[in-house]
């Protein structure tokens, strides 16, 4: 395993000189990763000028009939319930002292900075007048009781909240002792917040569904959308953090103890379960709203067809396989179960932005995905993969504190 090493950063013109050695790239350039990645991410910043400047029609198929897509549905809906995965770990490990899930915290908190992070942006590109970026923030034109007002407040807390959460890292990375010890007596206090946080904002994003009243397809719409999103985004999150630590503990596995790999397989088992019973009150949660909106006629429809194969081919049948996957101790059967759980959540926050959006729409009128669109998302996904493989690479997220952090909480 490869220790990072400790700068001796004693004035601003070393830690200059330490910035840029660390800016030298690690590893191979030549990888099928890099050579897929970076010509989309080179189209799609060229795209993102082309929209800054002439508008969202000269990339988008957004209109006023269909005014949220892709770019909304996916990077900021889905992107954010992916990123649930930091509160609710936290939440196990430092409030609930669960100590098994503590080496993947901080791999788990930096995911969910980054996806923070460049979602913020996803919404910034989505905004017909993108200089006007700050109005949600002063509630100007809509007032601060919009839920938008409190969406946007939550996010820029929240990514503060994790930036506080995972600071600790970056003062190792730097050698930091003293602001070190400081940051991490705020850890406690920037979980409990971010849980609360998470909580609101998680559900503040069903609540904005809650305007498509009489657009939304009755198997979709109820008034408890901001509940089942904030359900959703428990096993969700859970279900990113299995996906995205499985990639990251075959790609990083030479930062990791044998300690830390022997223990992985518990962890997994363990992620299971937690995101079995969220999956099951989940599911319950929606039978009961079926049956409080009476809309089981639709059932047996086209778009009942697609409910179900979203509720029970995507959320019933991965929550079997991760019950079964914990009880056998299959990982291979507990990552299957967590992409199909990704894929059922992404499907979910699509047909409340625009595949359910106006569903009495022929389809040759509705919206469709521009391939410009598909092109910026891909760019701000692999952007958010480049820069978690350069933190990765340089700060000990994987590999737990150095010998001097540790030696400093024993105290």
Known sequence: ?????????????????????ELKPRGKLITPFNVISLPIMIIGLILIVI???????????????????????????????????????TFIVYILNVEKYHSIVRSTVLNGLLAYMFYAGAIFLDIGRW????????????????VLFLVAWHFLLYMITEAVEFSPTVAEWLGLKRVRKI???????????????????????????????????????TEFIPLLFFVSSIFG???????????????????????KIKAYDDILSGLSRICAGAMFAYLFLKLLVLAHTHAWHYLNTPWGYWYLFEVVGLTFIPMLIFIAGARSKNN?????????TLLGVMLN????VFIAYKWYIPLSQRYYPSIGEIIVTLTIIFAEIWVFRWIVHRMPVLEGPPAWAKEEVRE
């Not at 007596?185 to 498509?212: D, E, K, N, P, W």
């Open 349 to 352: 926050r699509l047909n409340h």
């Open 183 to 221: 940051l991490s007596g705020m850890t406690i206090g920037a979980v409990v917040f971010g849980v609360c946080l998470s909580t609101l904002h998680q559900s503040a994003l069903g609540a904005l569904a809650l305007m498509t009243k009489g657009k939304l397809h009755p198997l979709w719409f």
């Open 1 to 21: 395993m490869n220790g990072a090493r400790t700068p001796e950063i004693r004035s601003f013109g070393d830690f200059v000189s330490f910035f840029l050695s």
């Open 131 to 146: 200089w006007n970026i700050y109005n949600p923030l002063i509630g100007n034109k809509f007032g601060v009781q919009a």
């Open 51 to 89: 929209r800054l400047v002439k508008g969202l029609g000269a990339v988008t198929n957004l209109s006023n009939q269909f005014p949220w897509g892709l770019w909304i549905g996916f990077d900021v809906m889905t992107g954010v319930a992916f990123a649930g995965g930091a509160y609710t770990l």
């Open 332 to 340: 291979l059967a507990i990552r299957v179960a967590a992409v199909l």
């Open 237 to 259: 999150g859970l279900s990113m953090v299995i996906f995205e630590g499985s990639i990251t503990h075959k790609v990083f596995h030479f930062k990791l103890s044998q300690d």
